[in-house]
């Protein structure tokens, strides 16, 4: 390690004058916070206020919000020195009109809104539309200009944050983190951020533990410990604690500027250490972070009616009630209102004082404004490869097997090769696992902390982020997309639900988005599913469920995408589409086990672009009538099943007319008015016919083709098989079996429902029980015999 | 604070024989964790082992299963000197093999499955059984005895222990946290968990953080960080850290040994001065933790082919592969066997030595056998009060609005008051916010940290669980319903996707106990949704989602019931049945905001035995025919539209036939072959006649109703409204309207699909665009005119 030192130039101990202008603008944002809560009229106090002027509705949060104006304006006092670029995550996302009034005083607001004008009636307008129908969310929002996180569901501040200036050197994400979010499991876990931070390569985050002791009905458990135990905690996932605590103005106004110019430049200090000539990574820095202790409610009436509000959890969200009803609540109101001295804080137009608006830094160095938090503006494009350099070689259908993924490994190694700042994978510990280690011929892992001799793949300069949390995982790549970069996350499709939740929160936040211009297209979030339920047979049943699919078709068409891709082809074309797209969550499932390959590139490409198609090789369909039966497949293992149940068929029963259907875009399933990928009805007519029976293998739970086939015609005539939550560890092909989906029992469902009896059915019907029955037996007595299990775990395709 | 301090019996240093029979009964059981990774004969190694002795399929983890072992003897060596009861918890699950191996050595294994007999023949069973098709799981799983908690799905160690040993003030619950699940964000949010426990009435738990330093593919976090700044993090956690570290033995047994004996004292100490007459709780203990340093596969093959394994990440699952076709690696195996000198540790019948069996404990003491960890043996029916005595009073449909949530409250009051050790709810810091703080009557919220005199209902005594952790009040009430005791986790709708995968994972749970004799049956896991996605209205999008319905939806009926009260006097008879429940995860939706009343309480528990019913009053349906149409329902809000909307038909349509069916279980809906409680299709067709059209508003997500329809007669006609995903900060009624659910829009649909046509149908559609018109303007116009937002937030029944 290099002991050359750049010094910074140092923030300087902030003025009189600044110190005035920050306590000018926090007191104006929050007057805008309270106005935003209680006001529709006499927006700027201009005379007295009567019942009239206060909201028929109060909503809001005030307890958080004037710890996180506090620190707004600290901040840009940094960054009109240092010209720091940096974006604010707001953890405790309920303090939205703290935000909304600093995007406001920063002039943003009315440049993104211009209804919201910088006069007294762009105030009242700000004021009226807050938590209003018609306005805008109570919380920070898609909505609020300079957020990449709504902190709604809380959890995720530091993750975000961490994702965010993952290759982003010149980036400062300042994450606030309530003490009422710390106790979340996904928050704790995520401090560790700075054991996978380069200082060289990457940003930095600042985190800031606004403890102000309560959540919405009692105290938090950092807000209750002893400071020393805080410290120690703290110190132990790696930080340098700095600390202020008080409610003393100006005193907090010096002290918490003087920490915070400390904890800057100590940032700057590690990354001009690390970005100086020579540099490598020795023990990893001991990042600042601050832990600033106020009064929850800080300026707000610190008794109402005789009970304590300030610094308790009663001024959680409207510290005075029934303020329209009773006078001397709203006289406490105004009381509290003029207390910020309105009269200094706005002009005659309504417009902020200049003792105000010294406060903001200029242009996209306003947080409000930052082109970081509006990520497709900073997007530039993935550059990728053609995929089809990547194809299988299929002489044809099922000729040959292998493990899918690794396709999708290779293509990644080109992207971590051609985009070394703007692509990187994810994964709980199970790239290699998952097969697609081919990113390790051309990054590491990331580390900072320690790297041993014996370690593989393992260095300070890895760009594959691997660690034990769904949560990290999936935040750090929300981070990352919504400031403009590309990635994707890999892990068990089981644990996939563990995260599932922050999979239905992006999607919500990627519908938002759309809706507002000003809001550039970011890339979308990839999640590949790759051990999947069917193959964990050897892990067992809790490593078994397919949750995910569901979870993400119940999202919006617009920005939610499913595929199944049958083999390595079809997955390389998927991810080629995924990988180019904005704005969705893109959910793809396929397995990393050796599976057959049915489709050449042409033919993947083409089948991918349709979503789904007719087999003609599989089934035994002539195409100038319609079919007996229509076999249905979507997903790896179940599409084998169905293919080697349609060559038994052909085989044994080749008068009857069955069609193979494989779908690998599982929205070209429902109506074109349900989703944007619906097939239309003839497209629909053309594979599945209008009245010819179904029957359906599904990777997911069977319900999902039944929501997804609703309305096409006589959707009764789906028979869906899937994962029926049945499983233990035992041999694959036992898996298709406890759960209905396997070859045999698709014969005799396609002989049951076929639309007329051929000769020959009850004859194969008793060959399939007997070979299900020989199955069975194989179960039951294998403890005795141990036979060879590998003709089990997956033959291909039975017969010829 | 007393000063009173009783001294324990402390747990004396190990003799040379205790070390001899612990390392014995150690050496024992890796020998039965490899046996049961690769042998299928030649069990114990009574002559040379040949490649036909190896199984045909290699699976398992030896990596953590040596250090689960040595700390699982000494436990045992604590509880033959103490008489402590103790559970078992592997976190890291997929050491399914050791902890077999641990059952079988104590004799618990061959009392559960006779099969398994204490010999050579049945060392031979153990070993083929294990990860073999008609066997039992790789992970700790449901079938292990002493096992409440799988580990599969990691992060849940600690929350499974804390809620076991809450309440049970003789239980000692030792949790082993791998390096690897400590990376988790579920896991690191529950070390917390002392900070919610009394000493004097719940037990402890003793956390092993068992760093061997490496994952499947790579090194840990907390295994790479300096010693140190772990002891920092775990000391800020609250607790004494202690440390031991190696692979010398017999050097590990002395130094482990003392340093168990060591917190087993400190607990003792802890536990007895908080039970000394007067005591009340001052400063939070701190309780002991150790952490446990050994190498990755501690005693295996060092090398293999020149490579290191053990203290690895090669150590992780099979560390020896090929081993039937590689003679090199057979004779590795052979070695590495034998090391263990099997002679010693199983006599000429095969039967364990008596050197090994001094090791264990005896009966119940054995931690295989407790009876904690199979809590239906110890559950206690839950005393509870006539729910009619919490009755509301409907004299008539809708004639009173009642915050329907509060008549549970009350139930639970009940409960607290008369099981005061046997019952808890556990909610994130939302009693209050949900409306059944009637708990707080009779119980404070629990924290062990300083309590403040500004409190309220807060103290070191409360049984009332909040944390801002959906992960941990799960967690908490999974441990403590396993362990034999009841409850209930309240929880915001959305965010109970939060823990979906733990709903996920403890029904698979469930459903896996339910087909062992065995394991007697457990209190359900009661999940309360009552901030539901319709009335977060005012906290917007990030709080409006319906999910975790499908979740369970697709869960086994054995094990999933979902139920949808509209209404305080059903979700008292619902709240009834869910508490005298077992094995089962009960999930039950509805909100806390004041809605009307439909039903007195023997209509209420008519209904609800029914699960679903015909409102008559409702309708306009005179039971003679079929109805034109049926207006269906599940879900409060939309249960008021619908109502809403059969009155304005009724008023204003008169002559069509309206038949309203009000849907309490949602589980009622499928056919009966698919779920245990599906109506029959003489009730089905009741209800919903065979082929009128069904206009049904949900409350969750409309796939969820075809899913469950289909197969019903010419389920096509079921035309399903629900949450579409559409929401932010705004009226409630605005939420219905924007989701098409809405009582002017179901009229319309009602309309559109009656099997007739009914004079003045257009009008009354004109009638009802006009009013949504009138709605749409009001959005759009409320910025400006800001009325008053009452009369659309709920309306009960419009007219009349």
């Known amino acids: 390690m290099t002991t050359q030192t750049r010094t910074t130039a140092a923030v300087p101990a902030p003025t009189p004058d600044e110190i005035a202008s920050m306590d000018a603008w926090w007191r104006a944002n929050n007057f805008l916070t309270i106005g935003q809560i209680y006001l529709q009229d006499n927006a700027l106090l201009r005379r007295p206020l009567v019942p009239d002027d206060i909201k028929p509705r109060l909503l809001g949060h005030w307890g958080t919000s004037p710890g996180l104006s506090f620190v707004y304006t600290h901040m840009s006092r940094v960054i009109r020195h240092t010209g720091q670029e940096t974006i604010y995550l707001t953890g405790p996302g309920h303090g939205g009109p703290a935000l909304v009034a600093a995007g406001y005083l920063e002039g943003t607001y009315s440049e993104i809104y211009p209804k919201v004008t910088a006069d007294a009636e762009g105030v009242r307008r700000l004021f009226r539309q807050f938590s209003s129908p018609g306005g805008i969310p109570s919380h920070v929002s898609v909505t609020t200009p300079g957020s990449i996180h709504e902190g709604g569901e809380l959890g995720y501040v530091l993750v975000h944050a961490f994702g965010a200036v993952m290759d982003n050197p010149d980036l400062l994400a300042l994450a606030v983190v309530g003490d009422g979010e710390a106790e979340t499991g996904p928050l704790e876990g995520s401090w560790k951020g700075i054991s996978f931070l380069n200082p060289r390569r990457d940003g930095a985050v600042l985190p800031i533990l606004h403890l102000n002791g309560y959540k919405i009905a009692g105290p938090t458990v950092l807000g209750r410990k002893d400071p020393a ?15 202020v605590e008080g409610d003393d103005v100006p005193g907090m106004h010096e002290r918490f500027a003087q920490t915070l110019a400390t904890a800057y430049d100590r ?10 000539d020579g540099w490598t990574l020795g023990e990893r820095p001991r990042w600042p972070l601050i832990v600033l202790r106020t009064p929850k409610g800080w300026t707000g009436p610190v008794e109402v009616d005789g009970i304590p509000v300030t610094g308790s959890w009663r001024s959680h969200q409207v510290p005075l009630s029934g303020v329209k009803e009773n006078p001397e609540h709203l006289a406490v109101l105004e009381t509290w209102l003029r207390s910020y001295r309105p009269e200094e804080l706005f002009d005659e137009s309504g417009r902020p004082t200049e003792l105000v608006l010294q406060a903001n830094p200029a242009g996209d160095l306003r947080m409000s404004a930052s082109p970081h938090a509006n990520g497709g503006r900073l997007t530039t494009e993935l550059d990728l490869p053609d995929f089809r350099d990547y194809a299988r070689d299929v002489p044809s259908p099922a000729s040959v097997r292998e493990e899918s993924t690794r396709a999708i490994g290779e293509l990644m190694r080109e992207l971590y090769v051609r985009n070394p700042t703007t692509f990187r994978l994810f994964s709980p510990d199970e790239t290699n696992s998952n097969r697609v280690g081919a990113v390790f011929d051309v990054s590491d892992r990331m580390t900072a902390e320690r790297v041993l001799e014996q370690d593989e793949k393992l260095s300070h300069e890895g760009r594959v982020m691997e660690v034990l949390s769904e949560h990290s995982c999936h935040g750090w790549l929300e981070g990352y997309t919504l400031t403009g970069r590309h990635g994707l996350f890999a892990t068990y499709e089981a644990f996939a639900m563990v995260s599932a939740s922050m999979t239905v929160q992006h999607s919500k936040w990627l519908q938002e988005a759309n809706k507002l211009e000003w809001r550039a297209k970011v890339p979308s979030l990839n999640i590949l599913l790759t051990s999947t339920a069917w193959r964990n047979d050897h892990n067992g049943f809790s490593h078994q469920g397919p949750g995910l699919i569901q979870t993400v078709l119940n999202a919006r068409g617009e920005v939610a995408r499913i595929y199944l891709p049958p083999d390595a ?45 007719i087999w003609d090789w599989a089934g035994t369909d002539d195409g100038d009538r319609d079919p007996d039966v229509v076999l249905a497949c979507a997903g790896d293992v179940v599409t084998m099943e169905v ?74 005539r789906f028979h869906v098989r899937g994962f029926s939550e049945e499983g233990t560890t035992t041999t694959p092909f036992d898996m298709v079996v406890r759960n209905g989906v396997d070859r045999y029992s698709l014969v005799m469902d396609a002989i049951n429902n076929a639309g007329r009896q051929v000769r020959g059915s009850s004859e194969l019907k008793t060959w399939c029980e007997a070979k299900l029955a020989r199955h069975h037996a194989y179960i039951v007595e294998h403890l005795e015999d141990m036979p060879e299990v590998r003709d089990w775990v997956m033959t291909t395709v039975v017969e010829d």
């Open 569 to 613: 082809n079809c997955l390389l074309s998927v991810a080629d589409h995924c990988f180019r797209s904005k704005n969705y969550v893109n959910l793809v499932v396929i397995d990393k086990q050796p599976q057959p390959q049915w489709l050449t590139m042409d033919e993947a490409i083409a089948h991918c672009a349709a979503g789904a198609g």
């Open 229 to 243: 135990e805080v410290r120690s905690l703290l110190g132990g996932h790696g930080y340098d604690v700095l600390e």
């Open 643 to 716: 293919v080697a149940a349609a060559q038994i068929l052909r085989k044994r029963l080749p008068q009857l007319r069955v069609r193979v259907v494989n779908v690998v875009d599982l929205m070209t399933l429902p109506r074109a008015r349900s989703h944007p990928h619906g097939m239309d009805d003839v497209r629909f007519g053309e594979l599945f016919t209008d009245h010819v029976d179904v029957v359906f293998a599904f990777h997911g739970y069977h319900g999902a083709i039944h929501q997804l086939v609703h309305g096409r015609p006589d959707a009764d």
């Open 267 to 276: 940032i700057r200090e590690i990354q001009q250490e690390a970005r100086a």
